[in-house]
């Protein structure tokens, strides 16, 4: 029977806000003490992608926030979903304030606690296993895929390697003593308890830890060790670094000076917030037109090794964000700095690029590479020192939720999902919304191949009419272009301990 949109009557809207609050009572909502459990996933196309779930936010209302209508606020601060959801939302019951449903207009006050009940999509990752290294009662060692997160942040949760360790081997609460990048795979050490992290990041702020990473560069690689200090000044808004030089580079090889040149431009601005980094490069091979490096930086600032390589003039190869000087800005993309790089003026070269990097390694020669005697030295853990809880989580409504969620909003023109609609030849029947579970269309298969990560429905998830992702598996916007960095970590050493990964195929 064919449907139209009327203008609902007030007891029209009552009867469904009513239907709605007393269908949400049935739902289980998560919160971020929730584990992860193994039917939360799907292997699609070899991608892992999450059931969408029930979960609700908290979040307290901020100075700055305050006198603003619940509304306005959540239209202006989280705008990865339109204006008419969030009004929508605050008339079903799904934001509250104080635990309380409240009309549109309400003003919000300094301090007050917010509910927001959502629909949870989280953006897929690469389904690579994170691989167990070494599991001991103090230190967990693992193997982490490109693409995925360490831990909760912004639009991931559950497609974390926290959430994922949990789900699969019931680790428990897990303290991360070092980070990497999304887009980085690699070594990843993974403290039990406070005691054993609280000895790492001794160790750290201590200056002893020893990194290093590999990384498979553009160009032909100085034989000689190249040692790179240059100030790294992050820019939060767009997600990019850039370098100044400010010591003397007279250990650098001579084919070195146009770039280093280059990289020593100083601007006013980026003379007092660049913060000192230094790294070291050894080439382990070539084959005439990309070279494997041995990076161990000194320091450990945002995205150094990806900087430094590319004011030498030898960016990683399929890092699309340092591959050029002039990227889109996120900013203005609405997008991670990382796909930002990756629109269209920038994705022709980047494609040339990667072609060719593929297409080398099976021309050229390969000299000097790592050997598994090298990399299979001992392992041992010295632990000791005062408990100290190094907190990590689920930083629900943070400042870096804010930003993400900010980057992936939702297009403007998108249609609202959660309009009212009456049946025109019974404008007195319910119009409650109801749950209902999607029908599987195929089974999932672990890599087929053949789907259309956007067009994935089939999954028997519940389908929430008042999602703006639904009935798509993953979230609205989601390009689904994510490449991992030819940047990977092999080894961690401090004070008698020592932790090791093994090369990733690129480098072999």
């Given at each position: 029977m064919a449907t139209t949109r009327l203008r609902p009557s007030d007891g029209q809207v009552e009867a469904v806000v009513e239907a709605q609050v007393a269908a949400d009572l049935n739902i289980t909502w998560e919160t971020p003490s929730t584990p992860a459990h193994p039917d939360d996933y799907v292997i699609v196309n070899g991608t892992r992608m999450v059931r969408p779930y029930f979960f609700e936010f908290l979040a307290h209302v901020k100075r700055r926030w305050a006198g603003k209508t619940v509304v306005d606020l959540f239209a202006q601060e989280f705008r990865q979903r339109p204006r008419e959801y969030y009004e929508e939302a605050v008339k079903l019951g799904r934001i509250r304030v104080e635990g309380k449903i409240v009309a549109p207009s309400y003003v919000v006050r300094d301090s007050e606690t917010m509910s927001h009940f959502v629909h949870?999509?989280?953006?897929?990752?690469?389904?690579?296993?994170?691989?167990?290294?070494?599991?001991?009662?103090?230190?967990?060692?693992v193997c982490k895929p490109a693409s995925v997160?360490?831990?909760?942040?912004?639009?991931?949760?559950?497609?974390?390697?926290?959430?994922?360790?949990?789900?699969?081997?019931?680790?428990?609460?897990?303290?991360?003593v070092h980070r990497l990048d999304r887009l980085v795979s690699g070594l990843l050490i993974l403290a039990r308890n406070s005691r054993t992290a609280d000895f790492f990041r001794q160790e750290i702020e201590a200056g002893v830890v020893q990194k290093q990473y590999v990384a498979k560069v553009k160009g032909v690689f100085p034989a000689e060790e190249v040692e790179l200090n240059a100030a790294v000044l992050y820019d939060p808004r767009e997600g990019r670094s850039s370098v100044e030089v400010r010591a003397p580079a007279e250990d650098i090889v001579a084919e070195m000076e146009p770039a280093l040149q280059k990289a020593s431009r100083k601007s006013p601005e980026n003379d007092t917030k660049g913060k000192e980094s230094c790294t070291r490069f050894q080439r382990l091979s070539t084959n005439g037109v990309d070279s494997i490096v041995r990076c161990m930086p000194q320091t450990g600032r945002t995205h150094q090794i990806r900087v430094h390589l590319q004011h030498l003039g030898f960016p990683i190869a399929n890092d699309a964000l340092y591959l050029h000087s002039n990227v889109a800005k996120r900013s203005k993309s609405n997008t991670t700095a990382d796909r930002a790089a990756k629109l269209p003026e920038a994705s022709e070269t980047l494609s040339r690029v990667k072609e060719t990097s593929c297409t080398s390694l099976s021309t050229g020669s390969v000299e000097g590479t790592i050997n598994d005697a090298e990399l299979g030295s001992k392992r041992s853990t010295a632990l000791g020192a005062d408990a100290t809880n190094i907190s990590q989580g689920d930083a629900i409504f943070d400042k870096e939720q804010e930003q993400h969620d900010k980057l992936q909003k939702t297009n403007e023109n998108v249609d609202c999902k959660i309009s009212l609609v009456v049946e025109q030849s019974d404008p007195s029947e319910s119009t409650a919304v109801a749950f209902r579970e999607t029908d599987p269309v195929c089974p999932v298969r672990e890599d087929d191949g053949s789907q259309d990560i956007s067009k994935i429905t089939n999954t028997n998830f519940v389908v929430d009419p008042l999602c703006t992702h639904c009935p798509n598996l993953e979230p609205s916007g989601y390009i689904g272009d994510d490449d991992g960095l030819w940047l990977h970590c092999i080894r961690y050493s401090g004070t008698n301990w020592a932790y090791e990964c093994p090369l990733p195929e690129w480098a072999l």
């Open positions: 949870r999509h989280e953006p897929p990752v690469f389904a690579g296993a994170v691989t167990v290294l070494e599991e001991g009662p103090d230190v967990i060692t997160p360490v831990h909760p942040c912004g639009q991931y949760r559950k497609n974390t390697v926290m959430s994922i360790l949990e789900a699969e081997r019931k680790t428990g609460q897990l303290f991360p």
